[in-house]
Every structure is written in structure tokens, then in C-alpha cells.
């Protein structure tokens, strides 16, 4: 459980400043505010990944979990 919390605080974290070269001299040369737009789009796109993930490894578990229980039955 601590596990999934401290996964959980890490996926959503409230600011996130990273961007690949491309993005970095798209956004030097126009203003902040096209800057921030970048920065949340890929905020954006990153999150689903993670999202996949996470209920993969939930899908997992519970499957697991479930076979566990039906065999000490």
C-alpha cells in the first residue's frame, strides 16, 4: 500500500518542468506563455502512460490475488 501511495504523490505532482531538445528551442524562441502550453501538453501526454500502467499492475494484482484465495480454498 505504501507503494501505490508513494506512486500515486510521484505521478501527480503539481509542478513538472521537463522537455526534450526540440520543445527547449521551440520554446525559447516565442513567449511564456506558448512556453507554459508546452509544458502542461506534456505534462499531458505523459500522464497516460503511467495511468496504463498502474492498471495493468492493478489488474495483476487482483488477478492474483483472486488465485491466491481460490487455491487455499
Do not use: H, W
Request: proline share 1%; with cysteine; glycine share 10%.
Amino acid at each position: 500500500m505504501k507503494i501505490f501511495i508513494s506512486l500515486f504523490l510521484f505521478m501527480f505532482t503539481l509542478v513538472g518542468y521537463s522537455q526534450c531538445a526540440m520543445c527547449k528551442a521551440v520554446v525559447e524562441s516565442g513567449d511564456v506563455g506558448m512556453a507554459e502550453g508546452v509544458n502542461d501538453g506534456i505534462m499531458y501526454l505523459m500522464i497516460f502512460p503511467y495511468i496504463l500502467v498502474g492498471l495493468l499492475a492493478y489488474a495483476l494484482f487482483r488477478f492474483r490475488k483472486k488465485q491466491r484465495n481460490n487455491s487455499g480454498s
